[in-house]
């Protein structure tokens, strides 16, 4: 089972940031938050991951409470291309671990 | 360009026939996976390959078989003994040293039974 919980779904108005959130009270301490994100009929897109520190790339930046019990992932400034489901997944940091799925947060973005 | 090329896109198979889906890299990643997607739903480990000539199963094996004769191949075969192989089927790689290592994903390949 997922280890992570997310909300079903969520809309966000074109131009605004878009703040999707995640729990995982039963993270363990070698465990990074990875986001990755589908779009209809496409294979799954690697986004951002995270341990503990807070981490900001091109795409989108994760925000992680001190305890490390959940995190926020944001795109700051929604497009209508950001349209997809949102996966939040725990992972352990052997390289070869695979990934387990939940049903992730369907981002509308609205015009 | 590197990436995962999965083929054919869409596939159809009649009942009672084995299919086989491919998966290569160029990223010479050392794991690779197979997930399954049903409709409104997430992904299912199938099988994954931490190394060549190495495979283990992952939460829904039955039915499905795979071989890693090569670093950059890791076909799915669906077998008749699978009950419902209508699905996405998608393939993944990932470098297995190093922490934290992403997957990349293909873009999928949509089996659907005549």
């Known amino acids: 089972d997922a280890k992570t919980t997310q909300p079903t779904s969520m809309d966000c108005a074109e131009g605004r940031a878009a703040n999707l959130p995640c729990n995982h009270s039963t993270i363990s301490g070698n465990e990074y938050v990875y986001w990755y994100r589908q779009i209809h009929s496409q294979g799954p897109q690697y986004i951002i991951h995270?341990?503990?520190n807070n981490e900001t790339n091109e795409m989108a930046s994760l925000i992680i409470t001190e305890d490390r019990k959940s995190s926020t992932l944001i795109l700051p400034h929604a497009t209508l291309r950001d349209t997809a489901v949102y996966y939040c997944i725990v992972r352990g940091n052997s390289g070869n671990t695979p990934l387990v799925f939940g049903k992730g947060t369907r981002l509308s973005v609205i015009a | 360009d590197g990436g995962i090329t999965q083929s054919p896109k869409y596939l159809f198979r009649k009942e009672g026939q084995n299919v086989t889906l491919s998966c290569e890299q160029n990223l010479n990643h050392d794991a690779m996976y197979w997930y399954r997607q049903d409709p409104g739903q997430g992904l299912r480990l199938i099988y994954y390959?931490?190394?060549?000539?190495?495979?283990q199963k992952g939460d829904i094996a039955e039915g499905y078989s795979v071989s890693r004769e090569k670093k950059e191949s890791f076909p799915l075969t669906v077998t008749s003994a699978q009950k419902n192989p209508t699905a996405f089927y998608l393939c993944?790689?990932?470098?297995?040293?190093?922490?934290?290592?992403?997957?990349?994903f293909g873009d999928g390949t949509r089996l659907s039974i005549l």
């Open positions: 995270g341990l503990k």
């Open positions: 993944a790689s990932s470098q297995q040293q190093g922490a934290a290592q992403p997957q990349h």
């Open positions: 390959s931490q190394i060549v000539n190495d495979f």
